[in-house]
Structures are given as structure tokens and as C-alpha cells.
């Protein structure tokens, strides 16, 4: 009787524990407005457009925070660097967290269908809440032909890890057992 309402006990319990958290979830991420100084590339026109998404599941995801698009460029080879200061913002079932991202942004373009951004000396600075990890990755250019290029600056949204079901209904199969054995423990001794 004992080794049944044990085993019964344990079932019950994984299943509660199991049905009780739920399985990974989406989230979302959100760039603010994008402060920039005067670029001091000749000629060169920027259109910084935030990029606000979402990712199917609590996993990292590389994420493009901001578009620039370059236009009027000319055949002339130009460059330029200047400040970049944005936000970020991830909400999910694991909180929600909020950077300050700068940096500096260099461009270079050869013609009217090429150009390259580098952005450097990033510095994250976590403003608010938590829950998310996020790291620079760099940038991505494509190049095309004009109006000009767009140039995405990439990041990495990492969540904090979230306990799985499966892990908690072990934990509490092993708890109902343990339970079990010092009450059949102290059943025989009396």
C-alpha cells in the first residue's frame, strides 16, 4: 500500500510540475531612436531606421538594432566617422532588460555602389531590469546599387536560462521519493 501511494505521490507530482511552468516562449526586442553626430562624410546622406522584432523562443538571436541606409554617394572615395548612441530593449518570460549602446561608426565608400561601415569602441551599458544578456556581433554591409547601401549593426540577445520542465519533474519525482523512504522508515520502526 505504501509503495503504491509512493509511486502514485511521485506520477502526480511530475505532472503538476510539468503542466505548472511553461516551455519556452517568445520574446520580444525593441531599438529606440538613434542619436547620431554630424557625419562628416561629403556628399553622403544617413537614414538611421530602428528595428524592433521578435524571436519564436527564449534562445539567443542575432538581431539587426539599426539600419542605416547611405545615399548620394558618388564616385568620389569618401569616409567619415562619427558617434552613435541608441537603446535596447528585450521583454520575455525572462524579464525585461534595457541597454544604453555606443559607438563609433566608420564608413567608407569607393563609388556609387560600395560601401562599408565599421562600428567600434561599442559600449553596452545595462540600464534597467533583467533577465537578458546582450553582446556586440558587429555589422553586416549590403552593398547595392544607388540610392546607396544599407549597413545593419548586429547584436546578440542571449536570455537568462529558464529551468525546462522535465528537469523540475525529476526534481520532484526524486523529493516524493525521498519523502516516501523516511516515512516507510519510520512505519517499520514503529
Request: aromatic share 6%.
Given at each position: ?16 510540475l ?45 538581431i539587426a ?20 548612441t ?64 544599407i ?13 525546462e ?7 520532484g ?13 519510520r512505519?517499520?520502526?514503529?
Open positions: 500500500m505504501l509503495r503504491r501511494t509512493m509511486l502514485l505521490g511521485a506520477l502526480a507530482s511530475g505532472f503538476l510539468a503542466a505548472g511552468v511553461n516551455a519556452r516562449a517568445a520574446y520580444t526586442f525593441t531599438t529606440g531612436a538613434v542619436s547620431a553626430t554630424p557625419a562628416t562624410i561629403p556628399g553622403v546622406t544617413e537614414t538611421f531606421t530602428p528595428n524592433p522584432g521578435s524571436v519564436a523562443a527564449d534562445v539567443p538571436a542575432s538594432a539599426v539600419t542605416i541606409t547611405y545615399s548620394g554617394l558618388s564616385a568620389t572615395p569618401v569616409s567619415g566617422t562619427q558617434t552613435l541608441f537603446t535596447e530593449t528585450a521583454t520575455g518570460t525572462t524579464g525585461t532588460e534595457t541597454w544604453t549602446i555606443s559607438g563609433t561608426l566608420t564608413v567608407f565608400s569607393a563609388s556609387t555602389a560600395s560601401v562599408a561601415a565599421n562600428f567600434t569602441d561599442v559600449v553596452i551599458t545595462r540600464t534597467s531590469g533583467s533577465g537578458f544578456t546582450l553582446a556586440s556581433t558587429g555589422y553586416s554591409t549590403i552593398t547595392a546599387t544607388p540610392p546607396g547601401s549597413a545593419n549593426l548586429g547584436f546578440l540577445i542571449t536570455p537568462t536560462a529558464i529551468p520542465p522535465a528537469s523540475l519533474a525529476m526534481l519525482t526524486g523529493l516524493v521519493g525521498v519523502l516516501g523512504l523516511s516515512l516507510r522508515r512505519v517499520k520502526k514503529a
